[in-house]
């Protein structure tokens, strides 16, 4: 589902590299980011359950990973519906804390059911990435430190408002199905002797969202008109195109997404506490990184974005399976992340060189 | 300490009188408002601001993130971002209060250790960025959770302390009644802007932050530019930790947990452009000052300490805006 506008990124800085362009300049397959992730994962996968076969466990890894990866998956696609316009988004963890704090005051306070508070966290998180979209249009200000302000801003306001309504740093409060949207798994779920698949209740409210970006960024006319904007947003403006229209929209389909995000890590922690969101910034970049999408704007990949949130959580879970610590957990992490960027360098140098250009 | 800019000479044409004469007013505008802001402070604490130990805590605590602003400011220079400076920094605290406490080292050479660790660690961030042509966010993003695994590694959650007495003794001493740790980091300030203003590697970098293309066609290696600009940040980083060291008296893992914000603070706010080219050190220190005064509003009201990440929030989007509109006014 590599989307990407036919025009090649003008003035985009030295430094920025064209991956995960490969299916668009009719650069040879193997040169498709998706595929090198596909591989490093089937052998990570390999490798990790030739250590450990416990990996393999239904109830005890890959349930609890398949949640893992919903929220993965949601914090990397909030942070791609802004790189699809060249932008940053920051304040990705401080969203998902904003919104996840509307949704549990709706339950704590207003007794919603569950569903009505979701609404309220994804109107909350869209609301504030709208603001972050508009200060930007209307001033020109660079992204990065718009958003960079505002978690400074959120950060602040979050703790205040959990402080002076929760008493404390959590909401306590249990709306009925969140347990179960925790717990359960379709296996839990049956109808005579048929029984689903084990997979845990989250899953298919991250597949929606997949879906949905997929389908707004390849067929829809907004998703086209903001990778235009990304892809040269001068040229966008020329040919018609509402680009500040465009620019709030797409903060405000990253707000969104990070409330999702919120509320889904909410549902596998079991509390709507400040501490949502605190690790989403790197998982944000790693996801689309990996799966390809430019920093520079103007295409984007959303199954990249699925697969690279999947690798990562499949090293965490194998590491933490071979019993590293959280530290070294984390330097491997990042070294698979550099190790993994320059494979992906080096594919389309060669892929360059062999004459795939057209 | 003044406000070094370089004008790629094809756009110099047109408007080259200008720029100096605004980026200095960004500089007088913050002198103005920390200066306000100090007076206000002291008048409404009733004095209690300028009793001698406080004043002299406002300084001991303003070293660090001043040279930590400094540090992010070297790689913004050159259109470039080191998300690694905050972990680095707790990783060279960790690493020289460890060579002190394990390895018995005197203050003498574990000091200078610690700086090369950052030395090292900001060499590695811009081979790798001129090696892969990976974008440099991503490169430190990168390494700084490799970072912050090492720096979590050296001692686990445990803390450093009772390590060399005369120099922590250094690190809270006072000449003339100005704590020695800020006496550092203005010299450091100092350097760096001798750096940038007078050394032509210095204006290098900043030729290359403003122009990349016009400063090849200048003979400029880009590359050498974006390598010294890390190296440069993971030095300062590495001056950060050693300021640490020396005026906590004992240091954990979390050191640097909470210092990536504030370096990008100060010298956005100090009207550091982060598309390159342009550095204030001036406007960098001050800003990293009207935050300091922000946290100590806070602690002399006795105000919720979250108030301070919102109030600081607003800063800099408030000087963003104030500069953005400025540039606007001069480009009409």
Same mark, same amino acid.
């Given at each position: 589902?590599?989307?990407?506008?036919?025009?090649?990124?003008?003035?985009?800085?030295?430094?920025?590299?064209?991956?995960?362009?490969?299916? #668009?300049?009719?650069?040879?397959?193997?040169?498709?980011?998706?595929?090198?992730?596909?591989?490093? *994962?089937?052998?990570?996968?390999?490798?990790? =359950?030739?250590?450990?076969?416990?990996?393999?466990?239904?109830?005890?890894?890959?349930?609890?990973?398949?949640?893992?990866?919903?929220? +993965?998956?949601?914090?990397?696609?909030?942070?791609?519906?802004?790189? =699809?316009?060249?932008?940053?988004?920051?304040?990705?963890?401080?969203?998902?804390?904003? =919104?996840?704090?509307?949704?549990?005051?709706?339950?704590?306070?207003?007794?919603?059911? *569950?569903?009505?508070?979701?609404?309220?966290?994804?109107?909350?998180?869209?609301?504030?990435?709208?603001?972050?979209?508009?200060?930007?249009?209307?001033?020109?200000?660079?992204? +990065?430190?718009?958003?960079?302000?505002?978690?400074?801003?959120?950060?602040?306001?979050?703790?205040?408002?959990?402080?002076?309504?929760?008493?404390?740093?959590?909401?306590?409060?249990?709306?009925?199905?969140?347990? !179960?949207?925790?717990?359960?798994?379709?296996?839990?779920?049956?109808?005579?002797?048929?029984?689903?698949?084990?997979?845990?209740?989250?899953?298919?409210?991250?597949?929606? !969202?997949?879906?949905?970006?997929?389908?707004?960024?390849?067929?829809?006319?907004?998703?086209?008109?903001?990778?235009?904007?990304?892809?040269?947003?001068?040229?966008?403006?020329?040919?018609?195109?509402?680009?500040?229209?465009?620019?709030?929209?797409?903060?405000?389909?990253?707000?969104?997404?990070?409330?999702?995000?919120?509320?889904?890590? !909410?549902?596998?922690?079991?509390?709507?506490?400040?501490?949502?969101?605190?690790?989403?910034?790197?998982?944000?970049?790693?996801?689309?990184?990996?799966?390809?999408?430019?920093?520079?704007?103007? !295409?984007? =990949?959303?199954?990249?974005?699925?697969?690279?949130?999947?690798?990562?959580?499949?090293?965490?879970?194998?590491?933490?399976?071979?019993? +590293?610590?959280?530290?070294?957990?984390?330097?491997?992490?990042?070294?698979?992340?550099?190790? #993994?960027?320059?494979?992906?360098?080096?594919?389309?140098? *060669?892929?360059?060189?062999?004459?795939?250009?057209? | @300490?003044?406000?070094?800019?370089? /004008?790629?000479?094809?756009?110099?044409?047109?408007?080259?009188?200008?720029?100096?004469?605004?980026?200095?007013?960004?500089?007088?505008?913050?002198?103005?408002?920390?200066?306000?802001?100090?007076?206000?402070?002291?008048?409404?604490?009733?004095?209690?601001?300028? /009793?001698?130990?406080?004043?002299?805590?406002?300084?001991?605590?303003?070293?660090?993130?001043?040279?930590?602003?400094?540090?992010? @400011?070297?790689?913004?220079? &050159?259109?470039?971002?080191?998300?690694?400076?905050?972990?680095?920094?707790?990783?060279?605290?960790?690493?020289?209060?460890?060579? @002190?406490? %394990?390895?018995?080292?005197?203050?003498?050479?574990?000091?200078?250790?610690?700086?090369?660790?950052?030395?090292?660690?900001?060499?590695?961030?811009?081979?790798?960025?001129?090696?892969?042509?990976?974008?440099?966010?991503?490169?430190?993003?990168?390494? @700084?959770?490799?970072?912050?695994?090492?720096?979590?590694?050296?001692?686990?959650?445990?803390?450093?302390?009772?390590?060399?007495?005369?120099?922590?003794?250094?690190?809270?001493?006072? &000449?003339?009644?100005?704590?020695?740790?800020?006496?550092?980091?203005?010299?450091?300030?100092?350097?760096?802007?001798?750096?940038?203003?007078?050394?032509?590697?210095?204006?290098?970098?900043?030729?290359?932050?403003?122009?990349?293309?016009?400063?090849?066609? $200048?003979?400029?290696?880009?590359?050498? $530019?974006?390598? &010294?600009?890390?190296?440069?940040?993971?030095?300062?980083?590495?001056?950060?930790?050693?300021?640490?060291?020396?005026?906590?008296?004992?240091?954990?893992?979390?050191?640097?947990? %909470?210092?990536?914000?504030?370096?990008?603070?100060?010298?956005?706010?100090?009207?550091?452009?982060?598309?390159?080219?342009?550095?204030?050190?001036?406007?960098?220190?001050?800003?990293?000052?009207?935050?300091?005064?922000? %946290?100590?509003?806070?602690?002399?009201?006795?105000?919720?300490?979250?108030? &301070? %990440?919102?109030?600081?929030?607003?800063?800099?989007?408030?000087?963003?805006?104030?500069?953005?509109?400025?540039?606007?006014?001069?480009?009409?």
């Amino acid at each position: 589902m590599t989307t990407s506008t036919e025009k090649e990124p003008v003035g985009a800085p030295e430094t920025e590299q064209p991956v995960g362009r490969a299916a #668009a300049s009719g650069l040879p397959f193997w040169a498709d980011p998706r595929l090198g992730l596909l591989v490093v *994962l089937a052998v990570l996968v390999a490798v990790f =359950s030739g250590l450990r076969p416990a990996f393999l466990n239904v109830p005890l890894t890959l349930v609890p990973m398949q949640a893992d990866i919903s929220v +993965f998956a949601v914090v990397g696609l909030a942070q791609l519906a802004v790189l =699809s316009l060249g932008h940053m988004n920051v304040a990705v963890g401080r969203m998902a804390a904003v =919104s996840a704090f509307a949704t549990g005051f709706a339950y704590d306070r207003l007794h919603v059911p *569950l569903v009505v508070g979701l609404l309220v966290g994804l109107v909350v998180g869209a609301a504030v990435g709208a603001l972050a979209g508009w200060i930007i249009t209307s001033t020109g200000v660079n992204s +990065f430190v718009v958003t960079l302000a505002l978690d400074f801003g959120l950060l602040g306001l979050v703790s205040l408002l959990y402080s002076r309504f929760s008493g404390g740093v959590a909401f306590s409060v249990r709306p009925a199905g969140l347990d !179960a949207l925790r717990f359960d798994t379709f296996s839990d779920y049956c109808a005579g002797n048929i029984c689903g698949p084990p997979i845990p209740l989250v899953v298919p409210i991250a597949a929606i !969202a997949v879906v949905g970006v997929g389908v707004l960024f390849r067929y829809s006319r907004i998703g086209r008109e903001i990778l235009m904007t990304g892809s040269n947003a001068k040229a966008a403006q020329l040919s018609g195109i509402p680009v500040s229209r465009r620019v709030i929209q797409a903060h405000a389909l990253s707000g969104l997404l990070c409330g999702l995000a919120g509320f889904l890590l !909410a549902a596998n922690n079991g509390a709507f506490s400040a501490s949502v969101g605190e690790q989403f910034l790197l998982p944000s970049f790693l996801g689309p990184v990996l799966g390809g999408t430019l920093l520079a704007g103007g !295409a984007v =990949s959303v199954i990249g974005t699925v697969l690279g949130a999947t690798l990562t959580a499949v090293i965490q879970k194998g590491l933490n399976l071979l019993q +590293f610590q959280v530290d070294e957990m984390r330097i491997y992490i990042g070294l698979v992340l550099l190790l #993994a960027l320059s494979l992906d360098r080096l594919r389309h140098v *060669l892929a360059e060189r062999r004459g795939g250009r057209p | @300490m003044t406000a070094p800019v370089l /004008e790629p000479p094809a756009v110099t044409a047109g408007r080259r009188p200008r720029i100096p004469t605004t980026l200095h007013r960004t500089e007088v505008i913050l002198a103005v408002i920390s200066t306000v802001a100090f007076i206000a402070l002291a008048a409404t604490t009733g004095g209690n601001l300028l /009793e001698e130990g406080t004043l002299r805590a406002v300084f001991q605590f303003l070293a660090v993130p001043m040279v930590i602003g400094l540090a992010q @400011m070297s790689v913004l220079a &050159v259109g470039q971002m080191n998300l690694s400076v905050g972990v680095l920094t707790g990783l060279c605290a960790m690493i020289s209060a460890s060579l @002190m406490v %394990d390895s018995g080292w005197p203050a003498g050479l574990a000091v200078p250790a610690g700086i090369a660790v950052g030395a090292l660690v900001g060499l590695i961030n811009g081979v790798l960025v001129v090696a892969t042509r990976i974008n440099g966010f991503i490169v430190t993003l990168a390494t @700084m959770t490799i970072v912050d695994g090492v720096r979590f590694g050296v001692n686990g959650t445990a803390t450093y302390q009772g390590y060399s007495p005369g120099f922590v003794r250094l690190g809270r001493a006072s &000449v003339l009644g100005i704590p020695v740790v800020f006496l550092a980091a203005v010299v450091v300030a100092l350097v760096v802007a001798g750096f940038f203003a007078r050394t032509t590697i210095g204006r290098q970098l900043l030729a290359s932050g403003g122009n990349p293309l016009a400063a090849r066609l $200048s003979g400029i290696s880009n590359d050498r $530019s974006i390598v &010294v600009a890390h190296l440069l940040s993971g030095v300062l980083a590495g001056v950060a930790g050693v300021l640490i060291v020396a005026l906590s008296g004992s240091v954990n893992a979390s050191i640097g947990d %909470d210092l990536l914000l504030p370096s990008f603070a100060a010298p956005i706010i100090g009207g550091v452009a982060l598309a390159g080219g342009v550095v204030s050190v001036l406007g960098t220190c001050l800003a990293a000052f009207i935050v300091r005064l922000v %946290d100590v509003a806070q602690a002399q009201y006795g105000i919720n300490p979250r108030w &301070v %990440d919102l109030i600081v929030g607003a800063v800099v989007l408030g000087a963003v805006l104030l500069s953005q509109t400025r540039d606007r006014g001069r480009a009409r």
